[in-house]
């Protein structure tokens, strides 16, 4: 059993920065697969990224690559999401989700097993 909790979550001005972390508990952090995922009222979840165990794995989505930047401390049990560059349509819930697995695929929505309870990021034009 894994339990996520989001934070760092706010509100800024478009081209402001924001650094939004995920603490696991829970053992053997390095063995899940993790993920960003945003979600705005209305619509489904989106993929945002994903990094393996080890972090020699990451797949970001066209929409944040060059500005997002995933990363993870396994020695912290934290992961991270590095925003630059926001801009309005930026602005979601943010999700944190981990999936235990020695496959290294992008997973789905479906396939994540534990989910945070989400941070709230909101950029202002």
């Known amino acids: 059993q894994v339990q996520l909790v989001e934070s760092g979550g706010g509100l800024v001005q478009a081209g402001d920065s924001l650094r939004l972390s995920c603490a696991a508990s829970?053992?053997?952090?390095?063995?899940?697969?993790m993920a960003w995922f945003r979600q705005d009222p209305g619509k489904e979840r989106e993929f945002v990224a994903q990094?393996?165990?080890?972090?020699?794995?990451?797949i970001a989505a066209d929409s944040v690559k060059g500005r997002f930047t995933i990363s993870r401390d396994n020695a912290k049990n934290t992961m991270y999401l590095q925003m630059n560059s926001l801009k309005p349509e930026d602005t979601a819930v943010y999700y944190c989700?981990?999936?235990?697995?020695?496959?290294?695929?992008?997973?789905?929505?479906?396939?994540?097993?534990?989910w945070g309870q989400g941070t709230q990021v909101t950029v202002a034009s």
């Open positions: 990094i393996s165990g080890a972090s020699t794995g990451i």
């Open positions: 989700a981990a999936k235990e697995s020695p496959r290294w695929k992008r997973f789905s929505t479906e396939e994540y097993d534990y």
């Open positions: 829970g053992r053997s952090f390095s063995n899940y697969v």
